[in-house]
């Protein structure tokens, strides 16, 4: 058994040295490509805007001790969280009785498929005119593209259990509520996990245009140094209009790294809160 | 009925319960008006008290629909099932299923799963714990009460699922194939070690199979169906001694009669399956569920 | 027997394979887990050989380096008097001379039964589309499979599935027919038909057929030699020459010479089977 | 045989029974019969509370809508648009605010998001499904390509507007762009997992059967990757739509998601309606067709899963 565990982080130790030298060589070209220009006075289409990795690290580097810039982390992280939150919250319960009432399936479950298809994007101006405050819209925005994710998520799941599993519950003698409790939430928590964790990368892609347009369009924070308002989308979009460009870069890498903590974080607890989905 | 539930959840500890089941007339059609099929026919038989009956036929005849009309996951289109004289509408733990592939609760660990009937039930405590653990080992699995089911092998989860069953003193247990998908030596293994079982609990057992080994093995009475429609073709005592080994009644001439016996009208029966297409039986029962199935999708 | 045996006498000469001391050890050679541990074994021409194992136990990674799937770690397989796999060529190539039948079936399930059966010869280039068809009509009807040519495999049950394949295999007029455990999805009653069928299937192409199997029976019946596996590492404990009558039909089964070899083996395969099963409750 | 006259019957009856629409046209020939099972399948929804019960949904829904905003005039709703201004200024041959199914504004909208959107799904697909079969398939090429994509693809899409905007400088680029980008990661990755759910034994039997590397490509790897390939083009197309509308907002001229955004700012709120219904309809559409196209392509496993019916 032992080398047979070996097996994989043999492979494994390769296929990191690849990824190491691919993302190394992708590194080399973004660098000379966006140099290219400084040095030869020719640039490159594309690429030669684009400032070059070494300049976005040193950027990155002063960064670190900026205020402004863990705010905008604070804000955002803040933003996904008050959302998501939102649409777990109401979404599995919606997506639990569509799921488990016939009736209200067939009642509720065309209009929520008509209304589907309408970006969460396009909610902007809408919600905007309907809530009171900027923040409540985009809470409202980022709640609307993870929603439609889990509760579809939560219908597949809830509808696909095997029927045997409720049909030897009901012979054992549990009564409905136990059924559900025990046997239907339990069976469809792989699913709400999958749910949640598209539903979550989801939610940053909304998060980020919000802060864009809602934040990015009005006239508040303080041109280059960070938004202190926005957000990471705002810090991102603030960084353009001030023209630094290092800090686009900067922005866009900070938002990748902090969906894939969040996704992370979200399959992590998968993990603990259904423990039988590990193979032995 | 609450009577019988009450004595019977109060003698927990001693020998399990047991019943008579009886199938009287009973048909079975699937469709719509216009387009009926036929998949159970007329079919009557009883299953004894402190009997094994082993039902067998070819696979796709229909012998899982009957097994889910004795368990009232569906009910018959005419005739009736009587358990103990009374006729049975409702799933019940007085009739238990062990299914085809192993239907544990991946979710609960060997334990859990045991104890999931009797807490339904709103049995809990010590006495609980103890008659789960008493269980647990009668089936060999002590050291993996804590495993959840995919840590399990096949034949531990198919012994996990005979203790969750077993727990609830069924007056019948009910096995559909519960073996199957088993390869052929575990296979060999489980059927000694079921066959102990259930001569150690002498309760009323129904074993549905389409293996004739292990079919004459484990019965005191074979019900041989017929293909699709499912009809009763012929009803064989075996008289085997018990305590029962694999070896001795692979070698014994009284068990060679019988095979014969049987296997000349199932060898008709699966050449009539045999030939091109005979997964229509199973094809249209499992279309009608996807299509009839509470709130099927469009 | 004679009669069938000598239509086929002229076929029957090719396709022996000979497996000698093959090692397979996964993972690091010194302290890998030991698959297969010098195993020798002779599989004659034209004959069925049967080998027998507990599931796990390593005759599937014997299959899979005849077929060429998986490299020996030392030891030779040769078919005929070529070196398939040995001393300097661990891996041996994949080819249409050995065919394997897998245990839940590998027809495509995204061509038809018959776009199935002409892919060996139409992508070797050995057959256009039109003559491969005509091939393939021919022997699908001689196997008892006409009418299904344009349907998908999903189409049809498991049991016409494996034959189909079995017809795939065929076309390619391979030497030897590698079988792992083919009917193990399949219910016995379906079984017992589909035996008959490869059996009589076998009497007409006559060619070698290395079966893997649990199912003692099954092999008692089928084969012409039963080989009886230890369970891992895998080393051949017992072998068995099968002195059944052919043509066999499935009445043999309750002869009392099929008894007797029943129980000679029966023993052997149990104190296997037993090993397994609680090298499987140890694991668990 | 008796069987065989059972057989007959049950093929008789497989080919007519609510089972199996699919096998109907290849034993029993006919559109004639696929009609007459739409047709029965229709009367069967038609006797079933399922139609009412949806067109009840929509009702209600848009009950709310008119009650609460032009009805009850609740606070915060009072503003919004309600249902009968929408559909007056929708259907006026004179709209209001510029925008009606009268006005050839409306579809310049609509077809240039469609131009954009089309492009862009054109462009991930081509780009896409290539990528991801052969990342699939091939280890060498996954190890040294996937970690590059993995490293791109947790950045939001959206995050790359400015860069975007920077980088294309014509008006069409940044847009077509960010369309293009979540689509070609949802192409990508499915194509590849699709490589990866097929079966080790295909490959080894095609091995067998003697097929060159190129023939396993071909037989094997592409058809067999397909149903992934379509969940990922459905995928694809959907968030296509999805970042269309936030790169329109941001950096469009013209365009559905530039409607409903300078809607707001020039306050014509009707017309915000217009262009999310709008939106919704289009983007539905789009993504049936791709899902017809997936069918089409892969009877073989409509047929396998004896679903055709349905």
Known sequence: MFALAQLPTMLGTR?????IIAITLAAVFWEIGSRFG????????????????SRVLLVWYNLIGDYGYWQSWYLSFLRVLGGFGAAMVLGIPFGMALALNRTFYQTAFPTFEVLRPIPPLAWVPAAILFWPTQELSIAFITFLGAFYTIVINVVGGARSIDARYIQSANAMGASRWTVFRRVV????????????????????EVVVAAEMISGGGSSMGSGTGGGTGGGLGFFIWNSYTGGSYEQIIVGMISIGIAGYISSSAIRALGDRIAPWLKPR | MVEATITRAGTMNEKSASGELEVRDVSKFYGTDRYPKTVVDNCSFIVKRSKLTVMIGPSGSGKSTIVRLLASFEQPSTGVVLLDGKKVTKPDRDRLVVFQESALYPWMTTYENVVFGPKAQGRQGEPLAEAARGVIDRVGLSQFQKSYPNQLSGGMQRRAELARALINNPAIMILDEPFRGLDAMTKGLMQEYYAQLFENSQSTHLFVTTDIDEAIFLADRLLIMSNFPLRLRQVIDVDLPRPRRLADVVTSDAANQLKMTALSILHEEALKSFAVGNQMADHFIESYKQRYRPDASD | MQTTLDQTKARALRGTIRIESAVKVYGNPQNGVVAVDHCSLECPPGEISMVVGPSGCGKTTLLNAIAGFHSLTSGAIYLDDEMLCGPGK????PGSDRIVVFQNGALFPWKTNIENVIFGPVMQGKLAVKEAKDKARTMMAEAGLSGIENDYPGQISSGVRRRVEIVRALMNDP???LLDEPYRALDSLTKSVMHESLLETCYRNRITVFFITHDLEEAIFLG???????????????????DLPHPRDYSIVTSRRFRELMDETMDAVHEEAMKAFELGEREG | MASDAEMGAMDRHRAQGPSAAPDASTSFGGYRMQIETALYHFKNWLRSPRPYLMVLGFILLIGFWWLSVEVWKLPRFAGMPGPTAVVREWLSREPMFGLSFYTPDYYVHILTSLQRVFIAFVLSTVIGIPLGLVI????TAREYIFPVLEMLRPIPALAWVPLAILMFKSSEGPVIFLTFLPAFFATTLNSMLGVHSIDESYFRAADCLGASRWQVFRHIVVPGALPFVFTGLEISIGLAWFSLVAGEMIAGEYGLGYVIYTSYTMVSYPTIVIGMITLGVVGYVSSSIIRSVGVFLMGWRTRELGLGGQ
């Open chain 1, 15 to 19: 296929a990191t040295a690849r990824a």
């Open chain 1, 185 to 204: 939430l339990p069976s469809t928590l792989p699913s709400i996990i999958v749910g949640a964790s598209v539903g979550m990368g989801v939610t940053w």
């Open chain 3, 175 to 177: 030497k030897v027919l």
């Open chain 3, 224 to 242: 012409d030699q039963v080989v009886i596996m230890t369970s891992r590492p895998c080393r051949t404990k017992k072998l068995l020459k099968i």
């Open chain 3, 90 to 93: 661990p891996k041996a190539d």
């Open chain 1, 38 to 53: 400084d040095w030869t006075g020719a640039r490159l289409p594309f690429i030669g805007v684009v400032p070059p990795p």
């Open chain 4, 136 to 139: 699939g398939w091939s280890r």
